[in-house]
């Protein structure tokens, strides 16, 4: 294990720039902690945390300068991965006929600093849908094939965190290139560092360190324990897919779709949700048609139309698609749970619906 | 190759086949590639500035070198398709989803249920076992329709009612003059049909309403779940598993279907906004 001083933190983003990545890291914008390219270590949420709970953020000052001393913010890393909105392709009218000019796929190399370990469980999920299976989307896995992670365990957990129910954190396992713990203590302010790749350690051996001593890897297992300890929520995932798919027709569905605005601020914010849309459309002269893919949520009404209607006209059967693929089905689909813990859905959820509790009012009430 | 990408397809001929079904017939615009499919597939057709829509495929599985498409116009796209002409251009991708089970069927009698359009996909499976017929049991053709005039495909129902080897049944919701066939939902077709229950392979595709009661007149006559198979219908975007629009429970329609055993969506059939 190794220690990056904080005065060299600079010299780690400047590394990676050399070696071609576009640093993308947190910046504070709009009272919120986003993920967007950064050019310098003032560019990162210098002494800012966040405090979460349902259907409320907040950002506040803290008493120290550290860097990372937040939990997450609205977005995720899928906004680089598989972009909000992006164009697949064009066609050009040709008399009766037509040519499809696919979309060049850019290749941009991203560095994420500031990965996460729920969101690094997250992205690998996400890899598991779109790289796994007969059909691989390329756009995607070139994006993923080309990143470098900057993992940052948690040394902190948020109001509405639960890694530790899902088995996601708060410490980075595998999957990273670098992994930092920060440690603000004693007038000293340090990076743990461990590499996790052959790409990490390149860009390690072109940066300043030194070998952490004992007592340093002590207090960052300290803090990461600590974090753990004191998460916000707590999911029970026990027999959950059972639970949840022998209980589609609960009382409970009802109950929470007297709250729920089907707004999909959930969908947006969840760093699992994958579904998207296409949109078709053509300019004034007819001659020119374009493909566009967007995000899309299984909240919205739209998602379940066939001729004569949606499947999914209620609410209520909009949120335990929702909650059911998440918790259940997922299992099925892809072998691990669609939930990685990181809060976001009950944090931004405007009325402050919470899974955690909406699992457990099921269980409580079937047992 | 990238599976977003639609492959552009001539049109080489366009057929109404009812007031609101029309088939069309491509072939590939460039190269001399063949198409190949399995009976029950399905592709998305592009129309240029219109949209995409999953349509299943109608034509014969062994006959490769023409693509057909049987489709009501229901809605935009199908709308825009219905009025292209021959030489006009389909964006086509696919074969995606699974396949009615042909093979496995053989030494089985055979009991096909199609209710509307739903005949269409089935048609792939009409064509697939009078290739091989001596390997079949019993054949039933169960087909319900809205009214005399709605019948699809009619002149080649008739060619297959006038074979001997064949038990062809058609029925209708509402009767015009000049009808003198059936009457009635396609369920009660089934009592009258002969097959052994416990050797018996059913292939049903039709509105899930019509599914749901053909399944249970099949159950009642002594068919196990295994042995019956559906083709479900749901929204799709990308047809690869990608989009999620088309999930049912565990399962994606476009690459798990649109063809399953009942025994595997019995615990989801039926339910309702599943």
Known sequence: ?367 | MNPMIPNPYIIQKVKKETQDVFTVELIPAEGEQKFSFGAGQFNMLYIFGTGEVPISISGDPNKSDVLIHTTRTVGTVTKAMSKLKTGDTIGVRGPYGSTWPVKEAIGNDVVIIAGGIGLAPLRTVIYEILRERESYGRIAILYGTRTPEDILFKRELEKLKSRLDLDVQVTVDRAARGWNGNVGVVTTLIPRARFDPKNTTAMICGPEIMMKYSISELMKSGLSAEKIFLSMERNMKCGVGFCGHCQYGPEFICKDGPVFSYKKIKHLFGKREI
């Not at chain 1, 040709?94 to 499809?100: A, K, L, S």
């Not at chain 1, 605005?261 to 053509?282: G, H, K, Q, R």
Request: aromatic share 10%; net charge negative.
């Open chain 1, 1 to 367: 294990m190794k220690i990056l001083i904080r005065s060299n933190f600079d010299l780690l983003l400047e590394a990676l720039r050399k070696n071609n990545y576009k640093t993308i890291g947190p910046t504070v914008r709009d009272g919120a902690i986003v993920y967007d390219e950064i050019n310098s270590t003032s560019d990162l949420p210098i002494g800012w945390t966040d405090k979460q709970d349902a259907g409320n953020y907040r950002l506040e000052k803290r008493n120290d300068d550290a860097l990372f001393g937040y939990v997450v913010g609205p977005q995720s890393w899928k906004k680089f991965l598989n972009p909000p909105v992006y164009k697949l392709w064009q066609a050009d009218k040709r008399g009766h006929n037509f040519e499809i000019i696919p979309e060049k796929i850019e290749e941009t190399k991203y560095a994420f600093i500031g990965v996460r370990p729920c969101e690094l469980n997250a992205i690998f999920i996400q890899d598991k849908v779109f790289t796994s299976g007969e059909y691989v989307n390329k756009n995607y896995k070139l994006r993923r094939d080309n990143a470098f992670i900057v993992a940052v365990n948690c040394v902190e957990s948020g109001g509405t965190c639960f890694c530790v129910s899902m088995n996601t954190g708060p410490k980075a396992e595998k999957g990273f290139d670098i992994s930092l713990t920060e440690i603000v203590k004693d007038g000293h302010h340090n990076f743990l560092i461990e590499t996790g790749s052959e790409k990490g350690e390149k860009i390690l051996s072109e940066i300043p360190h030194r070998t952490a001593v004992q007592n340093e890897i002590d207090s960052g297992n300290e803090l990461i324990n600590n974090a753990a300890a004191t998460m916000g929520r707590v999911l029970d995932t026990s027999n959950i897919k059972n639970l949840l798919l022998n209980n589609l027709d609960h009382p409970q569905w009802d109950k929470v779709a007297e709250r729920c605005l089907s707004c999909a601020n959930c969908t947006m914010v969840c760093p699992t949700c994958f579904c998207t849309t296409i949109e078709d459309t053509t300019d004034l002269t007819g001659e020119h048609a374009e493909r566009w893919q967007k995000w899309d949520s299984c909240f919205t009404i739209d998602f379940s139309y066939i001729h004569g209607g949606s499947i999914r006209n209620s609410v209520k059967s909009r949120y335990r698609q929702w909650m059911t693929h998440k918790l259940a089905t997922w299992h099925d689909q892809f072998g691990s749970s669609g939930c990685v813990g990181c809060g976001r859905c009950i944090t931004w959820c405007p009325v402050g619906i919470d899974i955690t509790e909406e699992v457990r009012a099921i269980k409580e009430s079937s047992k």
